[in-house]
């Protein structure tokens, strides 16, 4: 059992035993006089408060790409972190500041370090390109307001082509730094200011959480963070769950794909596209990379909120979830897990473990649609998504239509379900399933979209699908208006 | 480009071959600051001794009476120091920027809007504050809110301001002559600045009353006044200083008073250093926003497309107080004619007083608004007509010397914009690409294209005559470097770096010998708002004038100590040629000091020729026009209203540019600010007048992926200003945002092809995906209704 959190700052080692579970990494940096880290927002969407957090994959060193201001200094266990005052300085630029430079990247000035900290995280990324498309995306958590971007992509593209810098020679001598922090100790921190736990496998976790059934589980407090940010609530006692070597299992096997509770959304990608190519888009829209660097699925759905996008999508893929309390475990399917409102099917001192997708019928047709007011980093208005599995007669012997945005959870639209299956899959029953899904649903309004819009777009959506699997293969994408599927 | 502008340049010592490398091609100033984290913003600094921290406790009620506030529970949290209520004020409780009387900085007895400030918690720490302000027990009364501009004007129409009438000509016999006539609405939505800074301030007091600041302030004069009101102190104890913001956009032109006052205020009672830095979505309750607008139009027009009279009136949401509402409305008016000739005309503004926030300068100051009026006339009138829209534009831009005067009597002396047009519709391959789109959208059944090419004039001047004018202060030391001070600020848009490059060029020095410093209004004072685009026009002239008086003084000396004529001395990269002898700058700055001669001056300008009259509607408000156009092609979602902007090209004239990579720079970010306002940006209040879209979670800027696939952005070339700027340049802060009414036209083009192009879509902004769908089954069901009537 440790009592410290321990990581790199830049080429320090920061040793804490008097933190409270609360603090945020932001608040922090910028009392230790790390001023070129920002606050724009205080909620992980502007971006102006955007690290690097480095750690140990396996044995390779991973950067990626974080909101300092949502992030809960404990979480930092393990890593390296690298704010703006690491990358490069007035003598030395990094080939991204020189690139910001010479191509005017900078107007205001604001929002830059967060973009050079983007920049850097993806010049060092396996997924690097410079495609425009893929470039957007790691820019999708950082905001600019001045130049309209288009300098920032260009210099991002610049960039990609420079030699390593000095910052980057030095990420060699890193991976022994950090093997050396891994201890595979449990972190108990108690003070005055709250408690703190890191377990260091899942059972470490269960026995906490029998004697602490009151804990707060944090995985990426992509959602937590705006608790103490923004409702300025109290997080007396939290456990800190991002880094159990347990809980960040990513397999595929005979029972399906398995997402442990520590599985971000980046790092889920891959995988969910190899299953379901749809999905794996999805997960493209969710957030942006930082969001995603830090959420997880699991947390998606452990939090019950009604407009998460991994639920729906994950619902129409036939997803369990894996619940455990001590030793006991239970496995529901994951629509059973929301029961109303704010309210799941959690007992004290269970945690969600895993969501696993078992293995699709062969010919299942599966699509999600994101519908939202701007294309990254949005909360959905609507997310529909789909899974169809039609016979060689044509009847439709499986459907699972399941939507966020839509009612008080994420849910399945068990009427329109009710009318295609055993029907033809054709235009009447489609128009019999749209009129269908107006019964299942009173959506609300709110500041993202009308009742009226959603009713209508989630009938339009099912019209889509349908069409999409009759071979309609043109649809809207961002880069360059069409795309196909 | 072949085709030059024709503009006569005068022999006056501005012409553009006076402008040269290597300054034009300074980066920006502090762009190596900007990319290593090292510019220092306000909340950057280093924090004084004791530092306190201010939080405003906001009302919840849109407007209510005040009956009573418990703050008890705020005061009894530990580490409150203090609680500031209006009682707490020595001076003025008032801040209105233009002298309205109208805006409370704490209210007292009465609130009128969700998010107006009634008491402010000073804390030890920040976190602090803003758990206290949460404990305030205030009771009210509620009183009828009105929210917007429909529930406004039926009830009495209540205005912040005096509406004003244009008028030429006797627009009711014309248009009921005219042998086409369509009337109208157009709905324009708000937009939030979001700077990425939001707003703060740092006040230190100092000896016998002093009070320092440091504001991410547009207007550090009238942040200083104010601070001097409500302190009830003279101006001359009051200094204010801003280095740079982090985005101002115009919401930091008179929103950035209130944490002044407020962290001045903790100043002054507690003795001790204080700052108010808000939260992102306090900022955005609290602050005012870009103007909505609800434009009611009559056009009457001929079957060739012609215009013959519009009569308009553009009412806008104010919100609780004046602001600077006034010339806001004014603006619109001042463009709702954007680049078109109209023979008889009459324009009138409402400036509607509303339980919301008080809206306020963004970037265009209601002349967008005014544009977009006018743009919706070309496209009412290319549908009754069946022309391409740009030709109907085409026909009715002002002309020269015929057809050239405007709706406030004001004569346009260089309409180029047909020329700006045709250029940059030959250049995009409009014609062509519209029929492929077309051609597209005849097989396509899901997803339209659409393609819009519209121009901008932009009225360059502030319609306020007196705030054209500004002040300079350069230094020159015995080491031959030379500091610069000028009125104004710097938010991002390179104004510094341009006056750096004035000074460099007229002393031929290098980037290290020139440093620019924190606008302070101890350098400078009684300046003007960095505003309505004037910054570098204006401070840019002031800074020349103060550098001619100290390179006449070095040529004086110089002419005497060398008994050369004065023509025969110059300023060049390789020193000062005296006669056939080169003198460094730093030896002549040396043997002129030693022979007691002043090296600093203060510089002066203020724009001639212009002058306005709103009692009469007549003058001529603005100095010059700058021009532009764009082209936006989109790719629509019919199922669903998602939708994005393929392609865009714009053609901007920033005269002959002081700066052209920053211009741009400027035109790129000002066309993506614009799209976003007309597409995502969406301000919703509820039924309460609580704002919904209270920070980035919920309102949508635009995002990487947003920006334009493809997008050329070119500078007008050989267009130097008519007029004499400096180096011939043109104003280009705001007038390339209006380039952004290009992507809604184009929206609106890809949904009339819906009805066969027979009817206008009458698209709202903004053209959120919910409106876009919307408007699309409207169409479809227009569409249906008349081929069934036809069959």
């Known amino acids: 059992m440790r009592q410290s959190i321990r990581f790199y700052l830049g080429e320090r080692l920061v040793s804490l035993d008097n933190v409270a579970p609360d603090q945020t990494l932001l608040d922090w940096l910028r009392h230790e006089g790390r001023t070129g880290t920002k606050e724009g927002c205080n909620e992980g969407d502007c971006g102006a408060c955007t690290v690097v957090v480095a750690r140990l994959r396996g044995d390779r060193v991973v950067l990626k790409a974080v909101n300092a201001c949502i992030q809960l200094l404990p979480m930092l266990d393990g890593a390296a972190l690298f704010t703006i005052e690491d990358v490069g300085s007035a003598g030395a630029l990094h080939p991204v500041q020189e690139a910001m430079v010479t191509l005017n990247g900078a107007q205001c000035g604001f929002c830059t370090p967060g973009f050079v900290m983007s920049m850097v995280a993806y010049r060092n990324a396996d997924e690097r390109s410079d495609d425009d498309a893929a470039i957007d995306s790691a820019l999708s958590g950082n905001l600019c307001r001045c130049t309209g971007y288009a300098p920032i992509v260009r210099a991002m593209k610049q960039a990609l082509a420079a030699p390593d810098s000095p910052f980057e020679t030095a990420l060699s001598a890193l991976g022994a730094k950090l093997e050396a922090l891994q201890d595979g100790e449990d972190v108990a921190i108690e003070t005055s200011h709250g408690a703190i736990f890191l377990p260091a496998s899942a059972a470490s976790l269960a026995r906490y959480l029998q004697e602490h059934p009151d804990t707060l589980i944090v995985a990426g407090a992509t959602d937590v963070g705006l608790w103490v940010t923004k409702a300025m609530r109290a997080l007396p006692r939290v456990a800190f769950i991002g880094q159990c070597p347990n809980l960040m299992r990513l397999e595929r096997d005979d029972e399906g794909l398995h997402i442990g509770a520590a599985v971000t959304y980046d790092a889920a990608r891959e995988a969910l596209a190899a299953l379901l190519p749809d999905f794996g888009a999805l997960v493209g829209r969710i957030g942006s990379t930082p969001i995603r660097n830090s959420a997880t699925l699991c947390g998606n759905i452990a939090n019950g909120s009604p407009i998460g996008d991994g639920p729906p999508a994950l619902i129409a893929a036939g997803a369990m979830l894996h619940l455990r309390r001590g030793a006991e475990k239970r496995v529901i399917p994951l629509e059973r897990y929301f029961l109303a409102y704010g309210k799941q099917d959690r007992q004290a001192g269970e945690f969600v473990e895993a969501v696993t997708i078992p293995p699709l019928a062969e010919g299942i047709f599966y699509r999600s649609y994101k519908i939202s007011k701007r294309f990254d980093q949005d909360i959905s208005a609507v997310l529909a998504a789909f899974a169809l599995r039609v016979d060689d007669e044509g009847i439709v012997q499986e459907a699972r239509l399941a939507f966020g945005g839509m009612a008080a959870t994420p849910c399945r639209a068990v009427r329109a379900e009710g009318v295609l299956i055993g029907a033809k899959w054709h235009e009447a029953t489609l128009e019999a399933a749209r009129l269908a899904l107006a019964e299942d649903f009173t959506p609300l309004n709110d500041m993202r979209a009308s009742a009226w819009y959603r009713q209508t777009v989630a009938a339009n959506l099912l019209t889509r699908f349908f069409e999409e699997s009759q071979g309609e293969t043109m649809r809207l994408a961002k880069a360059g208006g069409l795309a196909h599927v | ?791």
């Open chain 2, 1 to 791: 480009m072949s085709d030059t502008i024709a503009s006569p340049v005068a022999p006056d010592g501005l012409s553009p071959s006076a402008s040269a490398e290597p300054t034009r091609n300074m980066k920006h100033e502090s762009a190596v600051l900007h990319v290593t984290g090292r510019a220092l913003y306000i909340d950057d600094l280093p924090e004084p001794k004791g530092l306190l921290h201010v939080v405003p406790g906001l009302s919840e009620k849109a407007h209510a009476r005040i009956v009573s506030i418990d703050l008890a529970a705020v005061r009894a949290l530990p580490g409150v120091v203090r609680v500031l209520t209006a009682q707490d004020i020595p001076g003025e409780n008032q801040t209105s920027p233009v002298h309205a009387n109208d805006e409370p900085l704490l209210a007292q007895d009465l609130v009128q809007h969700v998010g107006q400030p009634i008491f402010a918690v000073v804390a030890t720490e920040r976190a602090i504050a803003r758990r206290a302000v949460k404990l305030a027990r205030i009771v009210y009364e509620e009183l009828p809110a009105i929210l917007d501009i429909d529930s406004a004007k039926a009830n009495g129409s209540a205005v912040v301001w005096r509406p004003l009438t244009m008028a030429r000509g006797d627009v009711e016999p014309a248009l009921a002559k005219a042998p086409r006539r369509l009337q109208g609405t157009l709905t324009i939505g708000g937009q939030e600045h979001f700077y990425l800074e939001g707003q703060v301030a740092l006040a230190q007091p100092g000896e016998a009353g002093e009070m320092r600041l440091w504001s991410s302030t547009q207007h550090p004069s009238e942040t200083q006044h104010l601070v001097a009101s409500v302190l009830g102190l003279p101006h001359h104890l009051v200094t204010t200083e801003i280095r740079r913001m982090g985005g101002g956009f115009g919401g930091k032109e008179s929103q950035a008073n209130g944490c002044a006052c407020l962290a001045a205020l903790a100043a002054s009672l507690t003795g001790q250093a204080a700052k108010m830095r808000l939260d992102r979505d306090d900022d955005m309750v609290i602050t005012g926003k870009r103007h909505d607008f609800k434009v009611a139009y009559d056009v009457g027009f001929t079957d060739q497309g012609d215009i013959l009279a519009v009569d308009m009136e553009l009412a806008a949401r104010c919100g609780w107080s004046a602001d600077l509402s006034g010339p806001v409305t004014d603006r619109a008016l001042f463009h709702a004619d954007n680049a078109y000739f109209y023979p008889d005309v009459r324009f009138r503004s409402l400036a509607l007083k509303t339980n919301t926030q008080s809206n306020t300068a963004f970037r265009g100051f209601g002349g967008p608004q005014g544009i977009i009026a006018a743009e919706r006339l070309i496209e009412e009138i290319a549908h009754a007509t069946g022309m391409d829209p740009l030709d109907v534009r085409l026909r009715n831009v002002y002309g020269t010397g015929e057809r050239d005067v405007t709706p406030y009597h004001m004569v346009v002396e260089d309409s180029i914009t047909d020329l700006v047009m045709t250029q940059l519709a030959e250049r995009c391959d409009y014609r062509r690409r519209r029929q492929a789109l077309r051609d597209f959208n005849s097989t396509s059944r899901t997803l339209r294209k659409g393609i819009a090419l519209v121009p901008v004039k932009f009225g360059i001047s502030f319609t306020a005559t007196h705030y054209n004018q500004a002040g300079a202060l350069v230094h020159v030391y015995t080491d031959g470097s030379v500091q610069v001070n000028h009125g104004g600020t710097e938010m991002g848009q390179g104004l510094h770096t341009k006056m750096v490059q004035i000074v460099r060029h007229e002393f031929a020095l290098p980037a290290e010998s020139v440093r620019i410093t924190a606008t302070t209004t101890g350098k400078v004072p009684n300046t003007s708002a960095t505003a309505a685009s004037s910054g570098a026009d204006l401070n840019g002239m002031a800074v020349l004038d103060a550098v001619s008086q100290i390179k006449g003084r070095m040529v004086a000396f110089a002419a005497e100590k060398w008994q050369v004529p004065p023509e025969q001395i110059a300023f060049t990269q390789e020193g000062v040629r005296i006669g056939d002898e080169i003198v460094s700058f730093r030896d002549l700055v040396w043997q002129v000091y030693f022979a007691r001669i002043s090296l600093s001056a203060s510089g002066f300008y203020k724009t001639p020729k212009i002058s306005w009259d709103a009692a009469t509607g007549r003058g001529r408000p603005f100095y010059y026009f700058a021009y532009g156009a764009a082209c936006a092609e989109v790719t629509l979602d019919l199922l669903t209203g998602e939708n994005t902007i393929d392609r865009v090209d714009i053609l901007h004239d920033a005269g002959e540019s002081l700066n052209p990579a920053i211009d741009i720079g400027q035109i790129e970010g000002a066309f993506v600010q614009g799209a976003g306002w007309l597409t995502t940006e969406e301000l919703v209040w509820d039924g309460q007048g609580r704002l919904r879209t209270h920070a980035p979670s919920t309102y949508k800027i635009p995002a990487c992926s947003d920006r334009p696939r493809i997008f050329n952005v070119t500078l007008l070339e050989d267009a130097p200003n008519r007029e004499a700027t400096i180096y011939r340049s043109k104003a280009v802060g705001e007038p390339p945002l209006c380039h952004g009414v290009a992507v809604l036209h184009a929206l609106s083009d890809a949904i009339a092809s819906l009805d066969a192009y027979r009817s206008c879509p009458s698209l709202d902004a903004p053209a959120t995906p919910e409106t876009l769908l919307r408007t699309i089954m409207r169409v479809q069901e227009r569409a249906r209704r008349s081929d069934g009537a036809s069959v």
